[in-house]
């Protein structure tokens, strides 16, 4: 299986401020289309987890512009700018390239 | 708006079954593959099953393979999971999610409880 690795496993940050967290995988997410299947979630407390960023770097219908992604191959980054109190909780990267899919272990994004 | 709304799960003995389901709404369910996806308590989430939009393929993990059954009733907008064997390890929340081959699982439930325990 693809290990997805997450980094780093908890991030202090400021209302306000910015956020990257890194997610890499142990083999190339290139499909053989072309495409590249990593994608983001964000799970905030108690809640289920919501698509935030699909195919490295495609908001999600809803999702403001302070989330970004960006990476290619192996090495992927999401970006938070302007922290809002809504935005923490735990981010997952996932890859859907490989079967099975697999998600990172876990970003948890808390209050400085 | 679309809708998932998980139903069932519970307090289960180790080698008992459990049946839960998933009712869906806001799309066309017969045109979307689907999944049931879980995280343990205090762990991060871990993909179980994906059933393709007919229902004629079906995908396991390797830890459920020949205990866990997926299904669907496309004529009731519904998802199922059947579990069987169950093991301690199954113990987790369990999320009913639309798996989309492009965006990956786009929408998902609420999430339904399963506490495998004697």
């Known amino acids: 299986d693809v290990v997805m690795t997450q980094t780093p496993v908890s991030l202090p940050v400021s209302l306000g401020g910015q956020a990257s967290i890194s997610c890499r995988s142990s083999?190339?997410?290139?499909?053989?289309?072309?495409?590249?299947?990593l994608h983001w979630y964000l799970q905030k407390p108690g809640q289920s987890p919501q698509l935030l960023i699909y195919r490295v770097s495609n908001r999600f219908s809803g999702v403001p512009d302070r989330f970004s992604g960006s990476g290619s191959g192996t090495d992927f980054t999401l970006k938070i700018s302007r922290v809002e109190p809504e935005d923490l909780g735990d981010y997952y990267c996932?890859?859907?390239?490989?079967?099975?899919?697999?998600f990172g272990a876990g970003t948890k994004l808390e209050l400085k | 708006e679309v809708q998932l709304v998980e139903s069932g799960g519970g307090l289960v003995q180790p080698g008992r079954s459990l049946k839960f389901s998933c009712a869906a709404s806001?799309?066309?369910?017969?045109?979307?593959?689907m999944a049931w996806v879980r995280q343990a308590p205090k762990k991060g989430l871990e993909w179980v099953a994906t059933i393709i939009y007919d229902g004629s393929s079906t995908y396991y993990r390797d830890s459920v393979k020949g205990r866990f059954t997926i299904s669907r009733d496309n004529a009731k907008s519904t998802l199922y999971l059947q579990m069987d064997s169950l093991r301690s390890e199954d113990t987790a929340t369990y999320y009913c999610a639309r798996h989309d081959y492009y965006s990956g699982f786009d929408y998902w439930g609420q999430g339904v409880m399963v506490t495998v325990s004697s």
């Open positions: 996932l890859q859907s390239t490989h079967f099975p899919p697999t």
């Open positions: 083999q190339s997410l290139v499909h053989s289309n072309g495409n590249t299947y």
């Open positions: 806001g799309f066309t369910f017969s045109d979307y593959a």
